[in-house]
């Protein structure tokens, strides 16, 4: 099993910053790309940024310039610094790993999520 725990969300004021964390812990072999998704109040799950092990990033076009990705591999943990928010960046923020469990297992692993951590920001 493999269990992914964010922390970091809160409320904020509109132009604010906060910094999510996600920690990956469990029967964990090796992680490939990890990253964040949210999910506004009737809205899609969407991605805001994604990392792979080597370092490469992807970011939706709404956070490009404010938002920043990085991990580090030795603690299985990926953060999300987030700069000039704005109230639509309000959302459950999802962590999201892509996980190989053991030498025979998937080559790209298999998707595990976190619970969620709610980011509200205040205008």
């Known amino acids: 099993q493999v269990q992914l725990v964010e922390s970091g969300g809160g409320l904020v004021q509109a132009g604010g910053s906060l910094r999510l964390s996600c920690v990956a812990s469990g029967s964990i072999f090796s992680i490939n790309a990890m990253g964040w998704y949210r999910q506004a109040p009737g809205k899609q799950r969407e991605l805001v940024a994604r990392?792979?092990?080597?370092?490469?990033?992807k970011y939706a076009d709404f956070v490009k310039g404010r938002f920043t990705i990085s991990r580090d591999n030795a603690k299985n943990t990926v953060y999300l610094q987030m700069n000039s928010l704005k109230p639509e960046d309000t959302a459950v923020y999802y962590c999201h790993a892509l996980v190989r469990t053991s030498a025979i297992a998937p080559y790209y692993g298999l998707d595990y999520w976190g619970k969620g951590t709610l980011v509200t920001v205040s205008s």
């Open positions: 990392i792979t092990s080597g370092g490469s990033t």
